[in-house]
Structures are given as structure tokens and as C-alpha cells.
């Protein structure tokens, strides 16, 4: 089998359409190639550099875009129509922003001014018409909706305690020692100032009442629920990610607690069922205790009730200390 030309330089490592594939010369037959791919109706992306360049010789091929394939179909969807971003519940998603379940599987989310250009050929969509510019940031060539922003559409698809939810996963402190990402994905005030500037959008009152609870310090939407349960239910608001002795820059911490009263909040999720995280977690609640200190432990259980049980269990000790 004949290996296909190598197509353009100007074509490679993006999403390109059949006209500007004309335009260049590659002529309709080399789009049916083994090598290309449609993602949507009039748009198509190399699959991998196959092609032999045959004026420069093979060595010279470039690195080929090794994006998921999902990010191939937004950046053909975003390169057809330039008014058009990757928003809602799909930007969230590239931010590896955890969502409620209810989103497993749905359409793509996009924003835009205008036309959609949509064809029967294309996934199934969901268009935001927009009403004005939003701040947009670059994902491996997908333009989509800043950080801050999502949060403010996101308030006319989620609850308030969701919408908390998502703004304390935009504001969390990643674990530098064990994380690529250094720094929050947005500062509270940031949060702030989105909400402030998306009046008059569906949801945006939710989005005011969320963001007043938003805090820095949760490092899963479980442990978000906890601190809302207890809030709720009159007690003081925890302090997050509570240290034993703050003075000490290796010692151990806690998700959750009030040092006035020595009380440690743990959510357990599944990752501290392994052996080598649950001895993690045992020397540090042994250090707590070692202190003076009384640890209580939240599960999945817990998590599905709504803290219900766990909150009384919280209220009927902080009634002993």
C-alpha cells in the first residue's frame, strides 16, 4: 500500500478544513486517507505523520500532536467557527474539575456569538449564546472560558452546596511536593469579581449565595459537604487542613477541625484504603491523639447520608469538651 504524501505544513498539528485543504492543493481523495480524520462536518485532523514528506525526505517530518481525541473534535469545532469557545460543563472538564455524577455523559458545551454553523454530522452540542466577551484562556489549542468564569455559568446547571463545591476545587491549594500544578487555578477575590460581573445571568443568585462560602483548604468535594453539614447544623466553621503543631514544617495534618476544642475531622475516601496510606493515616491520628486531641472519622456512608450522623456525632462530643 502506497504511504500517503504528507500534507502541508500549514495543515499539521491542528484542525483544518476541507478549503483551506484546497486551497493548498491536497485534493479531496487524500482526505479519505488512512492517516486523516473527520472530526465534525468540513473539518479534519491528521491522525499521525505516516506521510512522507517526499521533497525534504522522512527525517524532517515534525512531531505529530498527540492530543486526545476529544480535544481534536473541540479544536476542530472551535477552529470552524472562531466566535465559538468551549465553556460550561466541557471547559470544567478540561480543568479536571469534579462534577455530580448526573454529567457523566452529555453533550459538548460551547458558547459563542452568532450562527453555530452546526451540520447533522457533527456530536451532539449544546450551544450558550453569549451576550457579551468573556474572559477566554488556551487549552492545547482549544479556546475556552477561564477558570473564574466557568464558575459563573456553571451556577445555572448546579445547586448552591455544588457550586461550592466547584469554587473550592478552582481555590484549593495544590500539595506542591505531590502535584504538577503549583498554584490555585483562581484566588477567592477572582471568584468574586466573575460573580460580580455576571449580573443578570441565569443563576447568578446561587452563584452570590456559593461564593460567600468558598473557602481555601478542602481538598475534596466530600470534605466541602462535611463543612457545610456542620455549619448547618450551628456548629462553628472548621478550620481546613488544621496542622498539630503549625510551627512544625513536617507535621502532620488534618482536613478539618477546631484546636479550641482538640477535635479532628477526617473524611476517609478511597484512596486511604490502601496499606501505605492507611499506615499514613494511623501515625497521624495517633499524633493527634498522642496530644490530646479526639479524632473522628467521616466515610462514604457518612457522605451519603448528607453528614447527618456524623454531624450529631460531632454536636454530642463538642457538648464533652
Known amino acids: 500500500m502506497r504511504t500517503p504524501d ?9 484542525p483544518f478544513t476541507r478549503a483551506e ?19 465534525a462536518h468540513g473539518t479534519y485532523e491528521v491522525l499521525h505523520h505516516s506521510g512522507v514528506d517526499r521533497s525534504i525526505g522522512p527525517a524532517d517530518a515534525a512531531a505529530v500532536d498527540q492530543a486526545a481525541p476529544d480535544l481534536g473534535l473541540l479544536r476542530a469545532l472551535c477552529a ?40 447533522p454530522a457533527d456530536p451532539p452540542i449544546r ?7 468573556v474572559p477566554l484562556a488556551d487549552h492545547h489549542g482549544v479556546s475556552l472560558s477561564r477558570p473564574h468564569w466557568v464558575f459563573v ?15 473550592d476545587q478552582l481555590v484549593r491549594e495544590p500539595h506542591r511536593e505531590l502535584e504538577v500544578q503549583k498554584e490555585p487555578m483562581v484566588g477567592v477575590g477572582a471568584l468574586r469579581s466573575a460573580v460580580r460581573r455576571g449580573r443578570g445571568r441565569t443563576g447568578i ?23 457545610l453539614a456542620l455549619v448547618r447544623a450551628g456548629l462553628p ?13 513536617y507535621r502532620p495534618v488534618a482536613d478539618a477541625g477546631y484546636r479550641e476544642k482538640k477535635i479532628v475531622l477526617q473524611y476517609e475516601g478511597a484512596h486511604h484504603f490502601g496499606p501505605e496510606q492507611q499506615a499514613k493515616d494511623e501515625r497521624r491520628n495517633a499524633d493527634f491523639r498522642a496530644d490530646g486531641w479526639e ?24 457538648a464533652t469538651r
Open 205 to 227: 443568585v446561587r452563584a452570590r449565595e456559593a461564593v460567600e462560602m468558598v473557602r481555601v483548604g478542602s481538598d475534596s468535594p466530600p470534605e466541602t459537604l462535611m463543612r
Open 295 to 318: 479524632v473522628l472519622l467521616a466515610n462514604r456512608t457518612d457522605h451519603r447520608d448528607g453528614f447527618a450522623q456524623f454531624t450529631r456525632r460531632v454536636l454530642q462530643l463538642w
Open 80 to 119: 470552524r467557527n472562531p466566535q465559538v469557545w468551549v465553556s460550561h460543563v466541557t471547559a470544567a472538564r478540561l480543568y479536571g474539575l469534579r462534577l455530580p455524577p448526573r454529567f457523566g455523559v452529555g453533550p459538548i458545551h460551547l458558547s459563542g456569538f452568532g450562527r453555530s454553523h452546526r451540520s
Open 153 to 167: 455559568e456553571m451556577a445555572a446547571l448546579l445547586t448552591v452546596d455544588e457550586l461550592v463545591v466547584l469554587g
Open 21 to 39: 485543504a484546497l486551497a493548498l492543493g491536497v485534493a479531496d481523495s487524500r482526505l479519505r486517507a488512512r492517516d486523516i480524520r473527520r472530526v
Open 127 to 133: 450551544l450558550h449564546r453569549a451576550r457579551r466577551a
Open 6 to 14: 504528507l500534507l502541508p505544513a500549514a495543515l499539521r498539528g491542528r
Open 237 to 249: 466553621e472548621p478550620e481546613l487542613q488544621i496542622p498539630l503543631r503549625p510551627e512544625d514544617r
